[in-house]
């Protein structure tokens, strides 16, 4: 059975706030020494991995060769969320913030002179009391069961060994703190990938010692359409900044969707972004790409396809699974623009004049077969045995597991796998998921919930 939770009084729950107000205020060093306040048995620990865009990202500069209209920033600044005031903070926030592929390396950089880093914790994304508090209601404790492991998004989850160092702290810290108790990676969104990425890194005996559960909530294992249609020409609701944001860092290509023949990857004859004068499939990307004029971001779209290893190789986490994902809606496949792309990366297309959803539904944003990807590790995580579940949830929206919802139980089936270990039911067979289709005239939510925390950061409602 699933574990209920009263509901707080305006008192206790203003109580609640201010403490987890003062945890994410703590100095990190207290936090890491703090032991539970009661004899009781401690609630097994949650470490959290946000999604793309929801992590605060600092920065300062050292004689970095900016535009003249740009300040040296020799101390930390808030680099992101940041608001941008007229076009020449745009310039500099877009200067500051890009990021290159070095293949020598191979390895991604920042722009010469710019020094980047996370603040740790719940203090490292936005809304930190959204996220959070659900779970402070529901028996955890932030610094003692609740921990936040933010990272540099702009970069993709591979070549990031000192986020995999910090994320391994999180972890044994989490495992010490709870007396032992092992500790679930829960990631949304983004995260996932990160997460996957961490894990593939570790040895077994270190993932049998400290970690309970992997619970991916709405993966992009396969990456999503509509990554493709706002590299070319943004979001309608802020099109020339979604724009310039997607083209100058190099994650949103890790999530464009995967090239493939197999049922869980796009196919040569699935059109993604249609133009007069020709189409492009997944398999077109890079060539999509150079039409658009970022000719500079082929080599590393090619070594992302291609080469890196979390993605590519897709292998076991080899820990017990838990994979959560929406379906039943409307999810698109096909942008429909009227005119052909320039070569020009200041020439900014118009926004595409029809949309046309997948044949199989999704969550808005992530077709059902990039979820469900996941399902090929059956027999690698049955040697090792570990379990791996699929559980869906249907006409939720991309992301929405991780917070309690009036429509579905995700949230507090998440809840009570990790702290009672009960197993999520299984609501209908894999199959049966795969085949439901539905058709819907939903309209899309002004900010794809995959950019929540861009949606935060222009001050949009809708989140």
Not at 169 to 194: D, N
Not at 242 to 267: E, Q, V
Not at 332 to 344: A, G, K
């Amino acid at each position: 059975m699933l574990r209920r939770v009263s509901a707080m009084g305006p008192a206790a729950a203003a109580v609640a706030v201010i403490a987890v107000v003062a945890v994410l205020l703590a100095d990190p060093a207290a936090i890491a020494s703090a032991a539970p306040a009661s004899d009781a048995k401690p609630v097994p620990p949650i470490v959290f991995v946000p999604g793309l865009t929801e992590s605060k990202i600092q920065e300062r500069t050292d004689h970095s060769p900016l535009p003249s209209v740009c300040k040296q920033d020799f101390f930390w600044k808030t680099m992101w969320p940041s608001k941008v005031n007229d076009g020449n903070d745009f310039l500099c926030f877009m200067t500051k913030f890009s990021t290159f592929f070095d293949p020598a390396g191979p390895d991604y950089q920042n722009f010469p002179g710019v020094e980047t880093r996370v603040l740790p914790g719940a203090l490292g994304i936005e809304v930190p009391l959204q996220i959070v508090m659900p779970y402070v209601k529901s028996g955890f404790k932030v610094g003692e069961s609740f921990f936040v492991a933010p990272y540099d998004w702009r970069k993709p989850g591979f070549f990031v060994e000192d986020y995999f160092a910090s994320l391994q702290e999180i972890v044994e810290r989490a495992y010490a703190v709870s007396q032992g108790q092992r500790v679930t990676l829960l990631a949304v969104s983004f995260g996932p990938q990160y997460a996957l990425a961490f894990l593939n890194s570790m040895s077994q005996e270190w993932k049998d010692k400290y970690i309970a559960w992997f619970v991916a909530e709405s993966p992009l294992w396969s990456g999503a359409p509509e990554t493709m249609s706002s590299f070319a020409s943004g979001l309608s609701t802020s099109p020339a900044f979604i724009r310039y944001l997607s083209t100058s860092i190099d994650s949103l290509m890790w999530i464009f969707p995967r090239p493939g023949t197999s049922n869980d990857t796009f196919h040569d004859d699935e059109v993604i972004i249609s133009t007069p004068s020709r189409n492009y499939t997944a398999f077109d990307a890079a060539q999509l790409v150079r039409d658009l004029g970022y000719e500079n971001r082929v080599q590393s779209l090619q070594y992302m396809q291609n080469v890196e290893p979390v993605l590519n190789k897709f292998e076991a986490p080899g820990v017990d699974m838990l994979v959560t994902y929406g379906y039943g809606l409307g999810t698109p496949l096909t942008f429909v623009y009227e005119q052909d792309f320039v070569r020009n990366q200041s020439v900014l297309p118009p926004q595409p004049n029809d949309i046309i959803n997948a044949t199989e539904t999704g969550d808005v944003f992530v077709p059902l077969r990039s979820s469900l990807r996941s399902l090929q590790w059956a027999g690698e995580q049955s040697r090792l045995k570990k379990q791996l579940l699929h559980r869906g949830f249907y006409n939720q929206y991309h992301g929405m597991c991780f917070l309690p919802s009036k429509t579905d139980s995700c949230f507090h089936q998440i809840v009570a796998l990790v702290q009672n270990g009960t197993i999520p039911p299984p609501e209908e067979k894999e199959e049966d998921a795969k085949l439901k289709i539905r058709e819907t005239e939903q309209a899309l939510p002004r900010f794809p919930l995959w950019m929540r925390g861009l949606a935060a950061m222009l001050g949009d409602d809708e989140k």
